[in-house]
């Protein structure tokens, strides 16, 4: 597999002993691995280029882990992008940070290179569903659009053809309102030939 189809992983850390265990780690599990030396740095990096997975270090100068870590999530929206903070605080004390800043694990240090394995692959699993869930979501929206466009065409179709006939029964009314933009209902009244009344009352579409 080439660099171009391995997923990437952004590990965040202050030391460059600990970024570059953690990127000999990921590496064999298969990613292609960048790095950043703080949180402001590792923001900038998520702004300018497409990252899988982001190993976030907490005690960092500058913004901590657990503001970059908000400001990513911030970043990218819909897209889920899992954060798994690096911290060798109090596990209690680190996880509920974490959760609050947008966090979605966490490992404590010295990382456990089974351990770390183990958390990718569910990461990996998550990641797959949102973005499964993401590009149906995209998918969902461009359809309903499409439906809007089409529905407000045959309104305005509807509408221009109704507006033809001025003929009205006296004594009869009809009301015609859409649940949205377009029913299919339609109410027409016309002369006869024989010259009585005809009136039509369809409902020919709209029930998908």
């Known amino acids: ?8 992983a952004l590990v965040v850390d202050d030391v460059m002993s600990n970024r570059k265990l953690l990127n000999s780690l990921l590496t ?5 691995v960048i790095e950043a030396e703080s949180g402001d740095v590792s923001v900038e990096m998520v702004k300018q280029q497409q990252v ?12 901590d882990g657990y503001e970059a870590t908000r400001q990513i999530k911030e970043l990218s929206g819909e897209r889920f992008i899992p954060v798994i903070l690096l911290t060798s605080l109090d596990e209690r004390q680190g996880m ?10 966490y490992i404590t240090k010295p990382i456990d290179a089974v351990l770390l ?5 569910a990461m990996d699993r998550i990641r797959q569903l949102h973005h499964l869930q993401y590009e149906q979501n995209i998918e969902l929206r461009q359809i309903q659009a499409r439906i809007a466009d089409e529905q407000k065409l045959a309104e305005s179709i509807m509408n221009a053809s109704i507006h033809q006939r001025k003929d009205h029964v006296e004594g009869i009314t009809a009301t015609v309102e859409p649940a949205e ?3 299919g209902d339609l109410v027409l009244q016309a002369k006869s030939p024989a010259g009585g009344w005809m ?7 709209g029930h998908g």
């Not at 080439?2 to 990437?8: L, M, P, R």
């Not at 509920?96 to 694990?105: C, L, P, T």
């Open 52 to 63: 899988d997975i982001i190993f976030m270090d907490v005690m960092m100068p500058g913004i």
């Open 199 to 205: 009136t039509m009352i369809c409902d020919f579409t």
């Open 96 to 105: 509920d940070k974490g959760i609050e800043s947008g966090a979605d694990d």
């Open 181 to 183: 933009i377009f029913s």
């Open 117 to 121: 394995r183990a958390k990718v692959k």
């Open 28 to 32: 064999r599990v298969g990613y292609q």
């Open 1 to 8: 597999m080439s660099d171009d189809n391995k997923a990437v």
